[in-house]
Every structure is written in structure tokens, then in C-alpha cells.
């Protein structure tokens, strides 16, 4: 049998998407903030007895006892298979990777650019299939 993916792709996923960004911002998922902390719906009891702890990027229901690693919320949240989940969070990270990359290199500059060079780099490339 193939592997889909490697233990460097999956590592990457698990621990540099951050996890409350993936839940509050990409997943939509009903939070509270309460005294610096994201609680968030668990998505198998739907409680609020949640945490998340960003030094191991993970988040934690208290009231069913479930951990979860960006991967695990994915597939409960959007009801689908570990395979389709990494493949949209591989997708999401790729995404975030060249808006990161985008901001970067604008940061770099110190001089005005004209709104062609701005929305050129906007723009996905044309493909010559």
C-alpha cells in the first residue's frame, strides 16, 4: 500500500497550522472568549468545556475527554475522512504560505508601488497547458 502522504507533511500540518486560527477563522466553529482563552463547540458533543493549548497545538474537550490535533478537528468538524482533511489543510497551509510569502516581500520594499504591480501579484499566473 502507498502512503498518500509522509511524516514530514503530516508533522508540518499538525503543529504549523495553528489550531485556533484553524478552528475560529477557516472552520468557522462557534467560540467564547473568556479571560484570554478561545473555548470552542466541540464538534462530537457540541460543549463549551474546551480548551486549546498553543504550545502543542492542540485542543481539548473536557466534558467527552477528546483531544485534538488540526487534522482530528478537520475531520470531525467537516464530517470527512483523514485523507480529505489533509488534503484541504495541505491546501490551506499552501495558501497561507504564499500569502505570508505575498505580505513578506511587500514588507521588504520602501518605496510606493503602482496598483498593476500590487494586483499582478494578486493574480493567479495564466496557464499554458
Request: glycine fraction near 4%; charge should be positive.
Amino acid at each position: 500500500m502507498t502512503r498518500r502522504f509522509t511524516s514530514d507533511e503530516l508533522y508540518a500540518i499538525r503543529n504549523h497550522i495553528p489550531i485556533d486560527i484553524l478552528i475560529e477563522k477557516l472552520l468557522a466553529v462557534p467560540v467564547k472568549h473568556t479571560q484570554n482563552r478561545l473555548h470552542f463547540a466541540c464538534p462530537l458533543c457540541a460543549g463549551f468545556q474546551t480548551s486549546i493549548l498553543r504550545e502543542k497545538n492542540l485542543g481539548r474537550c473536557f466534558d467527552c475527554g477528546k483531544n485534538f490535533n488540526t487534522i482530528e478537528i478537520m475531520m470531525y468538524h467537516m464530517h470527512i475522512g483523514f485523507v480529505e482533511s489533509v488534503k484541504r489543510l495541505k491546501q490551506y497551509q499552501s495558501d497561507l504560505t504564499k500569502q505570508t510569502a505575498f505580505i513578506d516581500k511587500r514588507k521588504k520594499l520602501d518605496y510606493p508601488l503602482s496598483i498593476g504591480a500590487i494586483i499582478g501579484d494578486m493574480l493567479p499566473s495564466p496557464r499554458h497547458d
